[in-house]
């Protein structure tokens, strides 16, 4: 019938060689997929790297500055780690993208087998990539968690009339007075001017 398209049989033989031609190329077709990937990947680490370093330098160090003893060298830590392991995971994706094998043979079996292998070898890298950027993204909001919660500060540094200071924990009296207690003494407080909380009190001189 006019205008009909039959349909091309192929015989055993030939479906059996058309599939042996893909699979032979696959390899060839999975390193510019990984190369592709990798890449995209290593252009957006570049790009959070960098927003990180920005942000963290307009804003952190004044942040940071209003923390105090164990909770800023936390958050400091925490941070630091952040960008070091994110340097990781760009480096990584970097190596990633580096799919095709430098080396070109004659032998195309062997080419192909090298190529198989530089494709896992790539693939493996990019997934280390992503975990690696996963550690770096849970310390930065550890970070950022820890910066949030307020410090306990459970000392006060009280200035009295005189310019007198005293150093210690509040305590109510069953005088109705607040006592300041420190070294197991507690000294009533009287024409207070000033009182800062700290988190340790300053050494006696």
Do not use: H
């Amino acid at each position: 019938m006019a205008g009909e398209v039959t349909a091309q049989v192929l015989s055993p033989r030939e479906i059996a060689d058309k599939w042996t031609a893909a699979a032979q190329q696959l390899p060839f077709e999975a390193s510019g997929t990984i190369s592709t990937a990798a890449t995209t990947w290593a252009t957006f680490l570049t790009g959070a790297l960098g927003a990180f370093s920005i942000g963290g330098l307009a804003f952190l160090p004044s942040e940071i500055g209003k923390l105090e003893g164990g909770q800023q060298e936390g958050v400091v830590t925490l941070l630091f780690g952040a960008l070091a392991t994110g340097l990781v995971a760009r480096y990584l994706a970097t190596l990633a993208a580096q799919v095709t094998p430098v080396v070109s043979y004659t032998d195309g079996e062997l080419y192909r087998n090298q190529t198989a292998q530089r494709n896992f070898e790539a693939a493996r890298r990019l997934l280390q990539s992503q975990q690696v950027s996963t550690v770096a993204l849970a310390l930065l909001l550890f970070g950022v968690l820890l910066s949030l919660i307020p410090a306990d500060k459970p000392y006060q540094l009280v200035t009295q009339q005189g310019g007198a200071v005293l150093c210690g924990k509040l305590v109510s009296g069953t005088d109705g007075a607040v006592y300041v207690t420190s070294s197991g003494a507690a000294t009533k407080l009287k024409g207070v001017t000033d009182m800062t909380p700290v988190m340790a009190c300053p050494p006696k001189p």
